[in-house]
């Protein structure tokens, strides 16, 4: 649906538009001396990060962060919140590269913190995967052999694999996966909204998260996304304008003056609309033009790690409704999706008869559910958003993101 120019001129005007323009407008410091991703400096920012004794001067609060993450996402890692208040967390040293050769093998890991009590091993992933250095295990096993063999019987150990990718797991099985988003959202931007945060450590964590923004090299994906919230507080008030934008954009590959009004606003201001497309993930998650996506887990993916299985059925309850879904696959029987059912549990048809409704996404499927019903039943308001990962629910009751977090 074609909007108006009244309306394209109201979202660029937008006061949260024009801020979110600024930040990406704002040199960082990473890729002004051209060190995007290197992974020894992800490293060396998480240790300077963690490190209670840095110049950030926030104590110990961004490893209790990371460590509250732990625990929450690994109920049963044998540790709990009683343990972290009774941890003197101020006493564990950082350091990169700390040598685990063992057993004839070199091998450093790349983050490392250590006090009396604890022990914290971070294996660090931005480009690559995980060195196996012609042995029969990954290095995540190595890292493990050699804590378990130097540590005291009071010690306790937390590993962590970091990944700008929810799909890359290690090696080693008591690694807890955290993902370069997780630890934005749950370290990090915690750390910016800290009142006794110094100007000098905000102008640091502020360069370093515009740097996740960068896609890294082999990866259509930017690390993290910085600004979700602005982001959909922008969608939310110019939902109309923006899914026509989009709609006008996908798909086509040149963009030519003279062009529609939304085609000349995306030209213009690229770089704003795919942050906002991509921080809507409960929508688009993509872009319209290029080929950045946000780094999710799709379907595709569950089936093959074998999480989910052609035909298995799923549920969501919303508002006092229920709605049905299955999982179907491609004709090629390697690509999966969602398909929402009707209130007989039967596939949606066109007026052709040909079946619809059938998804990349849980949310776009969630949100396309429950708007359809409530457009056959006259109920208003329609549905913009939606964490359809914690909504939908399969037969045993796990929830699709649980499914990811269990890959």
Known sequence: MAVTYTQIESLVTDSGFQELKYKQEKSNLFSIVGQ???EHWHSAFIS?????????????????????LYMVKNPECGY???????????????QTEKDASMQGKKRSIDVYGESDELIIVIENKVNAHENFNHSDVGQTQDYYDYVQAHKTERQKACYFFITPDPRQKSYADMYERITYQELYDNVIAKCLEHPQLSGDARYLLEQYAANLKEVARGSKAPMALT?????????????????AIFHAVDGSYTLQAGGSPESLV??????????????VDERYGRSPKSAIERQVIRFTELYRRGKVADGMRFTMKYDGVEYHARIVLAENRKDCYLQILDENEKPFRNEQGEIVGIYESSSSAGIDAINYYRKQHGIT????????????????????????DDM
């Open 48 to 68: 300077w990060l963690l490190d209670a004794h840095s110049s950030l001067r926030l104590g110990h609060y961004p490893l209790a962060r990371l460590l509250t």
């Open 80 to 94: 709990d919140l009683a343990d972290l208040y009774r941890w003197n967390l101020d006493t564990v040293r950082f």
């Open 266 to 279: 995306y030209e213009r201001y690229q770089g704003v609309f795919d942050e906002i497309y991509l921080s």
């Open 381 to 404: 308001p329609l549905v913009k958003t939606l964490r359809g990962t914690t909504y939908w629910v399969n037969e045993e009751g796990k929830t699709i993101k649980e499914l990811m």
């Open 36 to 38: 995007t991703h290197k």
């Open 227 to 243: 600004n979700i919230e602005l982001c959909k507080n922008i969608y939310d008030a110019h939902t109309e304008v923006l899914d």
